[in-house]
């Protein structure tokens, strides 16, 4: 771990908080490009924009490649609270991020090492560095206590 990651989890952190204000699940995501420099912001807004690909990280990423007015994010490090999922794995190895940070691990969609490993796959065309558990504790607090209240609505 790199000690810009745990500064870059609390940004991530208070992404995922922004997604509470429209009841989407508190994930959050912010890309990183060198110098510890933030180029994309993003939080789940399925629910905002009822849109099933409006995940933090895909969210990031465009964010990122609008920013840098490029998608080849080769020397760029994504960084989110929860363990991406196949999708968002995708995404990241698309967008050729050179690492992945993440939060708390996705013992039931989790594709960076829970259920699936795409990212350090050897089929795949390049390898991403995968740095997990990076204040898993935060992020998973944020996690538990929305789907409690949301059991609790229910």
């Known amino acids: 771990m790199q000690p810009v990651d745990a500064w870059a989890m609390g940004i991530a952190l ?32 399925r629910e905002d924009e ?29 960084v989110v609270t929860l363990e991406p999922c ?16 993440f939060g708390a691990w996705d013992p039931k969609a989790g594709a960076v090492g829970s259920q699936w490993d795409v990212l350090r796959d050897r089929r795949s065309q390049a390898r991403v560095e995968v740095v997990g558990g990076v204040r898993a504790e935060e992020s998973a607090q944020l996690l538990q206590h929305f789907f409690e209240q949301h059991r609790l609505v229910d």
């Not at 204000?21 to 510890?36: E, H, I, K, R, S």
């Not at 849109?51 to 994504?78: I, Y």
């Not at 999708?87 to 992945?100: E, I, K, N, Y």
């Open 14 to 45: 208070d992404e995922a908080r922004r997604a509470l204000l429209t009841g989407d699940v508190p994930v959050g995501a912010v890309v990183v490009a060198p110098g510890a420099h933030v180029v994309g912001w993003g939080h789940n807004a």
């Open 50 to 78: 009822a849109d099933p690909t409006a995940h933090a990280e895909v969210v990031a990423l465009r964010d990122a490649a609008k920013n840098l007015g490029r998608w080849h994010l080769d020397e760029c490090t994504l």
């Open 86 to 101: 196949l999708m968002c794995a995708g995404a990241a190895l698309l967008s050729h991020v050179q690492r992945v940070v």
